[in-house]
């Protein structure tokens, strides 16, 4: 999963603190593995030296890590142009689409049209692996096989998906 | 999706088109305002949730049903505003049918099955058995004319569906969940005819189906969803 992505979105949210960050990260993606604290800072750094984010000023009596970074055109652009795009249709996607699809919710972008867009990506892919089984030999249709039905899955899981949203919308945005 | 222009020829390339159809079955609306061209000798498949509609959408195109709004337009001309009777010659003629239970008719024999399309439109006796017998043949159930429906296994039946819906060159066939009732494998062979069938005929196929490998054999596929559609090649996705 897209870790600088997935943290720019939450900055899109609301300006926070690295600590806020890494709470939210945790709350909502890590589950089960927390993101280091020296990783968050790292990603801030670059995002920083990338016009993604601006740090504010230091608060006082604070140290880096007191700092409030804040999202710029820039970044927004950039988490915008990542919820849109449909992701690589290979199996085993489910972190990066469970991300952006929580993600889009709290932004209140169309999660729907995002999951459309996913969806079409995937049927794209089965279509040329489906004509691979058309023209080659059995080896190959088994391997196609494997990527079908497992393209197949996320798909469940995309249409699940999808009929859950405003439920879902509901639970991220409190 | 192809705007509602009434009046209009339908689209160039489309053999069978729908344009804001609206149908409703007491106070529950089933389509609100679907659209949907499909070219002619293209596999397209309707895919969507239980109830979104997508199989009154075939019935629409088929002329089963008739809408409550909008146009159904077939080989350019209206289907919707034709009589009962010129529908139903339309389907006997230009239409095959496949459905998820193969619906074959239990009290006849394979082959009558195959070849009563054929008799229904008043091909000769001799004329339409030989055909049926041609097109057991075409599907490897060549030594099953003479036994009954209940004896062939859920792959067998729908080949003979096939062959009964396809027996009468129809310009399109209507297969809806074709392979629902199937396994993987012999829902794959099943859809794999279908596809190579169509080909060979130049037969333009609306499948609906809510399995995506079932979709993944069509040349591309359409999304139904709460009685609308969408289309993601015209909305630039999914190519």
């Known amino acids: 999963m897209s870790v600088p ?18 709470r939210d990260y945790d ?8 993101l280091p604290f020296g990783q968050v800072y790292a990603t801030l750094a670059r995002l920083a030296r990338d016009g ?5 000023e230091a608060e006082p009596g604070a140290g880096p890590e007191r700092k409030r970074y804040v999202i710029t055109e820039a970044g927004a652009t950039e988490v915008e142009t990542w919820l849109a795009e449909p992701a690589e249709p290979e ?13 889009a919710l709290m932004l209140g972008r ?5 999951l459309d867009v996913q969806r079409a990506a995937h049927l794209a892919r089965m279509r040329q692996l489906t004509e691979v089984k058309r023209s080659d030999g059995l080896l190959d249709v088994l391997r196609a096989d494997y990527g079908l039905f497992h393209l197949e899955a996320d798909l469940r899981w995309i249409d699940t998906t999808a009929a859950r949203l405003d439920a879902l919308a509901k639970e991220v945005r409190g | 999706m192809t705007a509602s222009r009434p009046g209009a020829q339908a689209s160039a390339q489309s053999l069978i088109e729908a344009r804001d159809v609206v149908k409703s079955f007491g106070q529950t609306p089933a389509l609100r305002g679907a659209s949907v061209a499909v070219a002619r000798g293209e596999i397209l498949a309707v895919m969507g949730p239980s109830g979104s509609g997508k199989s009154t959408l075939l019935h629409c195109l088929a002329g089963i049903f008739t809408p409550d709004g909008g146009e159904i337009w077939f080989d350019g001309r209206r289907l919707d505003t034709l009589g009962e009777a010129e529908r139903t010659k339309l389907r006997r003629t230009a239409f095959g049918f496949v459905f998820q239970f193969g619906q074959l008719v239990p009290e006849l024999s394979i082959a009558d099955n195959i070849a009563l399309p054929l008799l229904l439109n008043r091909v000769r006796r001799k004329d339409a058995y030989e055909k049926a ?3 057991l043949d075409r599907l490897e159930l060549g030594d099953l004319g003479g036994r009954r429906t209940g ?8 080949r003979v569906a096939l062959a009964r819906a396809l027996v009468m060159q129809p310009q399109v066939l209507f297969a809806d969940e074709p392979t629902g009732s199937l396994d993987s494998l012999t829902g794959e062979m099943v859809m794999d005819l279908i596809v190579s069938l169509a ?16 979709a993944a054999c069509a040349d591309r596929e359409i999304l139904v969803r709460d009685g609308m559609v969408f289309d993601p090649q015209a909305a630039g996705v999914g190519r």
């Open chain 1, 5 to 22: 992505l997935t943290m720019l979105g939450l900055l899109e949210r609301e300006p926070s603190h690295g600590y806020e960050l890494k």
């Open chain 1, 52 to 56: 993604m984010v601006v740090a504010g």
């Open chain 2, 133 to 135: 017998a041609r097109w």
């Open chain 1, 27 to 34: 709350a909502y993606f890590g589950r089960g593995k927390p």
């Open chain 2, 199 to 214: 080909r060979e005929e130049e037969t333009t196929v609306v499948v609906v189906t809510h399995e995506a490998r079932v």
């Open chain 2, 151 to 158: 004896e062939l296994s859920g792959g067998q039946a729908q």
């Open chain 1, 91 to 103: 199996p085993h996607l489910q972190t990066v689409l469970f991300a952006k699809v929580v993600l």
């Open chain 1, 110 to 114: 169309p999660a729907d049209r995002y």
